[in-house]
């Protein structure tokens, strides 16, 4: 089986093949990747030496992508990540429509051309900016969490949000895209004929993840907290309560791998994964986390609230259970502890992410 990798170069585009060509043998992987992200670099050669077959392209040209050798499967992993993409000193709102809707129409026509399957990585941030923020929370051992009392909306459960949740604008314009791009996907495999599979993921985390405070935001913490580099807690009445969950990409390509493997024809497309309510954790916790692995550095508090911010985000992982038999393997604690090895050995790891 011949797998396209897009993005390939990036954090998650690179541990997905490392992972799939260790767990899968007869596994043959071709990346493309602009390497506009800073580090990127480093990563085109790692995947070569893991004899992923580089192509140096940009997925908004239209002839890059027909250039690209015929694959099985496509693996989408290539977008600009963060939610504040858009907004004015976090790059253009052309650039980010650009790169993540336009680009994603060059890559389906590759999968018509090819009848190729994709598998499209999809994000958190298409659900309601309102209705998240509405959630009845509380707050148990310096962290949101759900009201044991509270009334829940559609879509959401004690072990998360699933993908019934709402997906009412406004979402920000990073998720618009996100969202687009998975109606899209699904038309396109209805009207061409060829497998999709849309994965709304949680926060991906690890070792070699390029941090900064918009995106990659475990890595970025653990590498700024043992630097001694600025640290604050951002809205929220400045608490560090804001609770996220996280999963590996060693767990994500378990995950894509039963997607290929099914031949189910219909039925439920888009599935919604991430740490889970075992996996999760809110800054002020990761904070206490890194106080004692490196010693005491507290935050500055900036209770002005940032464009985007909500307090909590947990996926719901049964379906995914359900339907594919996946379970997380690794948990926050071992994904932190990797981190933190990786900060200790890349002391220019901040300066590396153009953080």
Request: charged residues 15%.
């Amino acid at each position: 089986m011949k797998i396209l990798i897009t993005g390939v170069c990036g954090f998650v585009g690179s541990a997905l093949a490392e992972c799939l060509l260790e767990r899968s043998d007869g596994i043959r992987i071709v990346g493309i990747d602009n390497l506009m992200r800073p580090g990127s670099e480093s990563n085109r050669i790692r995947v070569e030496q893991l004899g992923v077959q580089f192509i140096h392209g940009d997925l908004r040209s239209a002839s890059d992508v027909s250039a690209l050798p015929s694959c099985d499967w496509v693996i989408d992993a290539a977008a600009n990540p963060s939610v504040l993409a858009g907004l004015s000193g976090a790059g253009s709102s052309r650039r980010l429509f650009e790169h993540n809707l336009a680009a994603i129409g060059n890559v389906l026509e590759y999968c018509k051309e090819h009848k190729a399957g994709l598998l499209l990585l999809s994000s958190s941030r298409v659900y309601s900016i309102p209705a998240l923020v509405a959630v009845p929370l509380c707050v148990r051992d310096g962290a949101f969490d759900i009201a044991p009392d509270g009334s829940l909306p559609p879509g959401l459960t004690a072990e998360g949000i699933g993908v019934e949740f709402s997906t009412a604008a406004p979402v920000s314009l990073y998720g618009a895209t996100k969202l687009a791009s998975e109606i899209m996907a699904l038309e396109y495999g209805s009207a061409f004929d060829f497998p999709v599979w849309v994965t709304r993921c949680g926060v991906l985390a690890g070792a070699g993840q390029f941090g900064t405070p918009a995106q990659g935001i475990f890595s970025f913490w653990v590498n700024a907290h043992l630097r001694r580099r600025p640290l604050r807690y951002i809205g929220f009445n400045g608490t560090g309560h804001q609770t996220r969950d996280a999963f590996h990409p060693r767990d994500l390509a378990a995950l894509l791998i039963a997607q290929m493997e099914t031949t189910r024809p219909g039925g439920e497309r888009i599935y919604t994964a991430g740490g889970g309510s075992a996996n999760t954790m809110s800054l002020a916790q990761l904070t206490a986390w890194c106080d004692q692995r490196f010693g005491s550095h507290p935050p500055t508090i900036y209770t002005e609230p940032r464009p985007y911010d909500i307090p909590w985000v947990v996926m719901d992982n049964s379906r995914a259970t359900s339907d594919f038999g996946w379970r997380i393997e690794m948990s926050l604690p071992a994904i932190l502890e990797g981190i933190a090895e990786h900060a200790h050995h890349h002391p220019d790891w901040l300066e590396v992410s153009n953080a």
